[in-house]
């Protein structure tokens, strides 16, 4: 009879409704794998501060949690749950690490200081007490007593002064 829905039918389209998902999936699999593929590093780490994800960043010595508050140039910082602020060079961390599980939307600040030398020159100018992370090492807490284009001197607890090479920093934080 012309007009009626046999079984028949009716199975042939819910076969063919979860052959259209799983298509639809498939296509948003392949979106998400493009997308991933072509962001880079610092868009993809605003990305998630933007959507709090509590991101890992994996350093020698160390691992920094919290959320993404600031994507510049060469640096983000990562505030703790404590209210830290880390401040990591994106080419000197070894990992970034996140939970897929986001929080409240926010924004991520892009602002200054978009280099660690300029991060470091805040810290220097304001006379804070810091922790300068090695790329291979352990971290080195103290003063800082200048910073240059090519190192920053620090004094540390002891009285032992430090030359350490800008390009061996991968992290600057608080006193630690």
């Not at 997308?35 to 509590?54: C, F, K, V």
């Not at 926010?106 to 660690?116: K, M, N, Q, S, Y």
């Not at 920053?152 to 430090?162: A, Y």
Request: with cysteine.
């Amino acid at each position: 009879m012309a007009g009626e829905v046999t079984p028949d039918i009716e199975r042939a389209v819910q076969e063919l409704h979860v052959e259209r998902r799983a298509y639809m999936e498939d296509v948003e699999d392949a979106v998400a794998e493009t997308e991933a593929a072509s962001t880079p590093l610092d868009h993809r780490l605003m990305q998630l501060g933007n959507r709090s994800y509590e991101v890992v960043a994996e350093a020698a010595d160390r691992q920094i949690r919290g959320r993404v508050s600031h994507v510049s140039g060469e640096i983000a910082t990562i505030e703790t749950i404590g209210g830290a602020h880390f401040c990591v060079h994106l080419d000197r961390v070894m990992s970034f690490r996140y939970i897929d599980m986001p929080g409240e939307t926010r924004g991520v600040d892009t602002g200054e200081p978009a280099t660690l030398i300029a991060r470091l020159r805040e810290l220097w100018t304001r006379g804070e007490r810091c922790t300068v992370g090695r790329v291979t090492g352990a971290a080195v807490l103290g003063d800082l007593k200048a910073v240059t284009e090519s190192h920053v001197e620090i004094t540390d607890p002891q009285g032992s002064n430090w030359l350490i090479p800008i390009n061996t920093i991968a992290w600057v934080g608080p006193k630690l």
